[in-house]
Structures are given as C-alpha cells and as structure tokens.
C-alpha cells in the first residue's frame, strides 16, 4: 500500500506514476546522467512536468496552487522516487514549499516557482549571518545541497552570529553569482540530480529577498517528509524488482522465490516499506498539528524511513546476484538515491539523538477524530459512561493474566454496547474505526477502563460469524458480561505453528464426541471457564479437511491443566490434556470438518490484536525509567539514542495501525490479512530490537534478573512474543506466498 490512504489519492498515485513512466524511462534518464550530474534538466522532462502542474500542487491558489497539503504532494514526491524521476523536483518543491511557510519576502519567489524555475535549499553551520548598518551579510560555505547547481532560485537558512537556533531564511536567483556567492559543483552519488555547496564571501543580503517568519519546525516537517516520500518510493520499486525476479529467475531446476530464505528475505522487504510508509505518512499528517507533534513526526520519518531504503535497495541487489551489482541494472541508481537522500536529510545517528529528546517533551498523538466527531454517538455513550462512573469499581480481577469479571458497571456497558463496540448489533455498535476512536475518548475521559475480553475477544467474532444461534445466545453475553473467560486449545506439542498437523482426536459416540490428546501453549487455561478446540475428527481425509471446532468447558471431566514455567519463572501458559473428554454435538461450531475455516476467524483476529498491542517488551518507558534513575552505563547521550530509537519503533508500530485502519475507512483494498500479517511481523521485531538495545545500556545490572530489576527481566520474556500467535517465519512464510504470490 503506498502512501494513498483514499480513493483520490491513489488515482493521484496512479496517474503520476503513469506519467513517470512515459516522460522519463529509466532507459532515457542513462542516456542523460551526464546533464543531470551538472544541473542541466532535459527540456522535454521539466516541460512536461510542469504542464502537468505536479511542481505547483502545494502552492496557494493566488500562484495558480491547488493547495493540496503535505500529505498529496507527498504522493506525489513517492510516485516520482519509485519511477527515479530525473532532475531537481525534489528540491524544486522543498524550495517553493519553504517560501510558502514565510509571512513575507515570497511573493515574487512564489510566483518564480510557480513559472517552472526550478530551486533548491542549502544549509549549514558553517553558512553565517551578520546585521551589518547596511542590512545583513552572509559568509561561509554551505553543506552540500541536492539540485544546487542549475538551480534558478535558491532557498538559504543561515545562522545569525552562528547561532543555529536563531536563523536568517533568506533567497537569491542564479543571477545573483558572482563573487561574493559561488556554487560548487559537487559529483552525486546519485547520478540522476546534481549536487553542489554555496560559497559566500561577505554576500549582502537584498532586503527584499529576506524571508521572515518561516516556522523552523514546519520547514524541517515538510523537507523531512518529501525526501521520507522519495524513499517509500524507493522502497516500492525494490520490492516490485526484486519480486518479479526472483519469481522467474530459476536455480536448481526451481524459480528461487520458491526458497524459504529467499522468501523470507523478500516478506521482510514489503515489511520494511510498510513501515517506512507509515513513517512518511505519519510526518505528513502532522502539517496541521501542533510544533511538538511535527517535531516527533519528522524524527520519526527521518530516522524510519530514509534508512529503511538504503537497507531496501541493498537488500534488491543482493537478491539480484550478480546481475543487480552491476552498471547496467538499474538497481544501483535506486541505492545510490537512497544514499544520497539520507546523507542530505542528517544521519541516523543524529536523528537518534533529536528523536530520544524530542519524546522527552511531548509524545506522538495519533487520535484522527476530533472533540466535535459524531456528536449523537459522543452523546449516546456519555451518558452510559456516566451512569458507570456513578457505580463503584466492581470489576473483579482474577488471579492470573486472564481479564476481570464485570459485575453492576459491566451490565451498563453491555447494554450500550460499549465493552466490544466494533462487534455487530445486538453484541456491539457495529462501530468501525472512527467511532470506536469516539468511545475510546469518552472513556477516557472520564478516566475509565474499556474491558478486556482476553481470548474472548478473538473467540467472540468466530461465535458471531460461525456458531448456531443457541451458542451466541448461550456464550457471547455471558463473554462480554465477564462471566465466561475462554482459552485456546489449538497449538500442540507436535503442531505449533503447523496447526493443521495435530493429533488431537475426536470420536463419534451418541449425543457428541469424545476428545484425546494434548495442548500447549494455552494462555489463561488455569483461569478460563471454557475453551474453544481443534481436534481431527476424520482421520482419512486430508488434513486440513477433517478437522473440527468444538467448545469445551474447562470443568469437564478429564481436562487436566498443567501449569508451565517459563524463561521468566512465573506462569503464563499451561499445557491442557485431554483424556477421554465428552463434548456433546452442540458444542461443535458449524459443522464437522469445517474446523480449519473456522479456525481462520480466530486466528485472523489473533494476529490481528497481537499487531495492535502496545509494547509489552523495550518500552519508550523503560528506556526513560532507566534514564531518569541514572542507572544506565555509558553517557546520557548513549541512553537518549536508545531512547530515540525505541520510540521510533513504537510509532511506527502505531503509524502502521493507524493508516491501515482509515485505509478501511476509507475502502482501500489491501488493509485486511495482508496487513495483519505485516503488523505482526514488525511488532514482534520491533519489540525484539527494542528490548536487546534497552539490555544494551544496562552495563553489569543487566547480570541481575530479579523481576524487581525490569530491565533484563524485560528481554527474558521476548521469545513469548516473537512466537505467540505464530512464529515470525511462519508469517514470513504468509507474506511471501499469499502477498507477493511467491511460488511455494
């Protein structure tokens, strides 16, 4: 999915990549790398990129502007870098959108871009500006710029007195050359745009061309996320490549993208643009937000997104082989943009360090309803949460990790429809994301807690869809109410993640079925009223067909829970056996040998909640629960770069929950499975990452591993998380086959 999130925007996407292809093919851009190298810009190219009006989209309406916003000129900058499109657009709009942000001093710059002149942006600490009687004067060599030479309108932020934090933004035209400002040619690593510094040599600034009151924090916003666009971008082209290849290109009498690892790489490929698009995505939202909420966003994307593709377009190459390492594959061009858009924007290294500090002031908001949506459901659920509030606290806890049980408060929520709002009517509201977004607010407005179902709330769905109506009506109130708290008797010792593989049996008697063999891995056994079951009821036919579903309570005869002990030493999960176990036929789900289609629904709604779960390992919190005591080895700064990092992998795993789900929202195709799968992947390796960086800082207290220490208690209990609801590789496996349509 790319950066589109409705149905506008991907016809954008479309069309300009449509039009990419046919004005610059790769094939024609080699044929000019030389022009392009020194700033010169195929006629034909810009001509026609200008007709189109993609370099003025942005600009207000007075300069002939759609003022479409970051988030659709981001498109835009994405479907460009996926096609390599030639040439200064990049630094063409960063330029014109900057002079956009200044309250004076544009307008004729405004009216230059909005002509076609192209443009450019240069930095730098070394780039100083002095108040002199006559008006400022600036000296000093800038950090080299992308699109600097051949640009015809310059963009310049200078330090006053060399004070990064008070900056003079200022313009200057090609003509303006001379000896007091010179531009120095530089050789690109990325042979399809120039690249060049700025020298000043005591250059007085024309008063006109001074441009006040740009917001450094706006300015930082928008570059970031316009380069974060190209490198989605990049990444979307490496994965379709690298894709395509790998499914034709054949070894050992095979196509290669039939072999696990390839496989496995090229899953961990779409991952890896995923994220970086939810980065990008999340950065260009934030134009309307607050100066906090933009910081936070642009040092995630910085340090997400632009890495992530010069990880990608090395990771093409080297599933290319050979080939994708040579001149003539195009692969090379891609790495070399990637590389040359992160070193312009910072590296990671830095943004690490403004990410760690920046979440010490303010934390990502990623609400996307306002205090005045949908007002009649604010109303109607206000007044049920308000009635909950009067009542006292009686949620009752249970001994393990299994939810509480509802009494008074929970019956009023259920009669709302409040405690699973997104179920269908009469269960829920039937509430998709931005109403579910409504009552998450009210209720935490009122400092209330939505219940937790636990496995109930994976069990609930597969009930509602596939059950007979005397088991909704038997189980799914009692389940909301909290009177029924459910296991899953699925995994075994011998089919974890080959699910399909168990042993389990089930034989026909009169009035149901008896049940033999075991389960392991089964959280919240020790607590649940009854459990929901597969075992092979059919053992001639294949087998993923003689399967069924049943619904065990836990105090029938011969269910036997044993607790199990982890890595940790405490007990989350239990093996159950079952000997001899009767369940009578009107607690089978559907019917007979339908178990495994079954089984889906819950396992889709697994994956699914696993995907959207907060941090349970590497927490931001930790990281600054660690910083704060001052118990961390090395310096501060050690521990605010692992804080920024852990941060930016909490938000992307919030950035991807939120776009997939106004992606639903708004009808996109590609938000369901795929997406679950996606989700689960990365929250299970961002927590694993985030968790050993944390160990990282630890120094010789990570040799303590008492529970009252979290820190290294934290990394013990990761593998519950890098297996629980299938195993990483097994989603890998999913990705590959079922996404990418990898031969099996």
């Given at each position: ?58 600009l ?100 006053i ?5 008070a ?10 050359a001379s000896?007091?400002v ?40 928008w ?15 490496c ?90 594959h ?19 290294d ?23 949506s949908?007002?009649?459901l604010?109303?109607?659920a ?10 006292p ?63 109930g ?51 026909r ?150 776009r ?29 990452d985030?968790?050993?960086?944390l ?27 890098l ?22």
């Open positions: 999915m790319s950066l589109a999130v409705d149905i506008d925007q991907r016809a954008l996407a479309e069309s300009v990549a449509a039009f990419a292809r046919k004005i610059a093919p790769l094939s024609s851009t080699r044929e000019y790398l030389h022009h392009y190298a020194v700033g010169s810009v195929a006629a034909e190219v810009w001509t026609a990129l200008c007709e189109q009006g993609l370099h003025r989209l942005h207000p309406e007075a300069y002939d502007g759609d003022e479409c916003g970051l988030a659709t000129l981001a498109v835009v900058a994405e479907q460009l870098g996926a096609a390599l499109f030639p040439g200064p657009y990049l630094s063409t709009v960063t330029a014109s959108a900057l002079a956009m942000l200044a309250e004076s001093g544009a307008e004729r710059l405004l009216e230059d871009f909005a002509a076609g002149m192209t443009g450019a942006v240069i930095a730098g600490s070394g780039v100083r500006a002095d108040r002199h009687p006559e008006g400022w004067v600036v000296s000093g060599v800038s950090d080299p710029a992308l699109g600097l030479p051949g640009a015809r309108r310059v963009v310049v932020r200078a330090h007195d060399g004070n990064p934090d900056p003079l933004w200022f313009w200057f035209t090609a003509a303006d000896a007091a010179q531009v120095i040619t530089h050789e690109s690593v990325d042979l399809t745009r120039s690249l060049g510094s700025a020298e000043f040599v005591d250059y007085p600034v024309p008063s006109a061309q001074v441009l006040e009151g740009i917001d450094p924090d706006a300015a930082e916003l570059a970031t996320a316009l380069a974060a666009a190209e490198a989605t971008g990049i990444c979307a082209w994965l379709d490549t690298t894709v395509e290849y790998i499914g034709v290109r054949e070894q050992f009498g095979r196509p290669i993208g039939s072999f696990q690892a390839v496989q496995h790489k090229a899953a961990l490929m779409l991952v890896r643009a995923e994220v970086a698009a939810a980065a990008t995505w999340d950065a260009a939202r934030a134009e309307a937000q607050t100066a906090d909420q933009q910081r936070v966003a642009t040092a995630h994307a910085a340090l997400t997104a632009l890495p992530a593709a010069v990880d990608q377009a090395l990771e093409c190459i080297s599933l290319l082989g050979g080939i994708g390492f040579t001149w003539e195009d692969a090379h061009l891609y790495w070399r943009r990637a590389i040359s858009l992160a070193a312009a924007t910072g590296g990671a830095f943004w690490a360090r403004e990410m760690g500090e920046r979440s010490l002031i303010a934390e990502r908001d990623f609400s996307f309803v306002t205090p005045e949908l007002p009649e604010r109303g109607r206000g007044v049920v949460l308000d009635a909950v509030a009067a009542l606290d009686d949620e009752m806890p249970s001994a393990g990790w299994a939810p509480a049980r509802g009494a008074d408060r929970r019956a009023l929520l259920v009669a709302g429809g409040l405690v699973a709002p997104h179920l269908p009517r009469p269960y829920g509201l039937g509430a998709g994301p931005a109403e579910q977004a409504v009552i998450a607010e009210e209720f935490d407005r009122r400092g209330l807690t939505q219940p937790e179902l636990g496995i709330g994976w069990v609930l769905p597969t009930l509602i869809e596939h059950g007979s109506t005397q088991q909704r009506d038997r189980f799914v109130p009692g389940t909301l109410h909290g009177r029924i708290i459910w296991c899953q008797l699925f995994s075994e010792p011998g089919a974890g993640s080959d699910l399909a593989g168990l042993s389990t049996t089930a034989r008697v009169e009035g149901g079925w008896v049940l033999n063999g075991q389960k392991v891995w089964n959280s919240q056994a020790q607590e649940a009223d009854w459990a929901v079951c597969l075992a092979r009821t059919d053992t001639a036919a294949p087998k993923h067909a003689g399967i069924t579903y049943f619904l065990i309570s836990m105090d029938s005869e011969g269910v036997d829970v044993r607790p199990l002990r982890q890595v940790t030493g405490i007990w989350e999960f239990n093996e159950v056996f079952l000997d001899e176990v009767f369940v009578p036929d009107s607690q089978v789900v559907a019917h007979p040998g339908e178990g495994w289609r079954i089984a889906v629904t819950t396992l889709a709604n697994e994956r699914l909640a696993m995907g959207s779960a907060t941090f349970g390992h590497g927490s931001s919190a930790l990281v600054r629960r660690l910083l704060d005591s001052g118990d961390h080895t090395g310096t501060r700064d050690d521990a605010i770069r692992v804080l920024g990092r852990n941060t930016a992998l909490e938000l992307s795993v919030a950035a991807l929950n939120l997939y789900a106004l992606a639903r929202l708004n009808g996109l195709a590609g938000a369901g499975t795929a997406g679950n799968s996606v989700r689960k992947v990365w929250h299970a390796i961002a927590q694993r985030a968790s050993r960086a160990t990282s800082i630890l120094g010789p207290r990570a040799a303590i591993g008492h529970p009252d220490q979290p820190y290294t208690f934290d990394f013990l209990g990761l593998p519950a998380i297996f629980g609801g299938g195993t990483i590789e097994i989603q890998l496996n999913i990705i590959a086959q079922r996404v990418l349509g990898l031969p099996r």
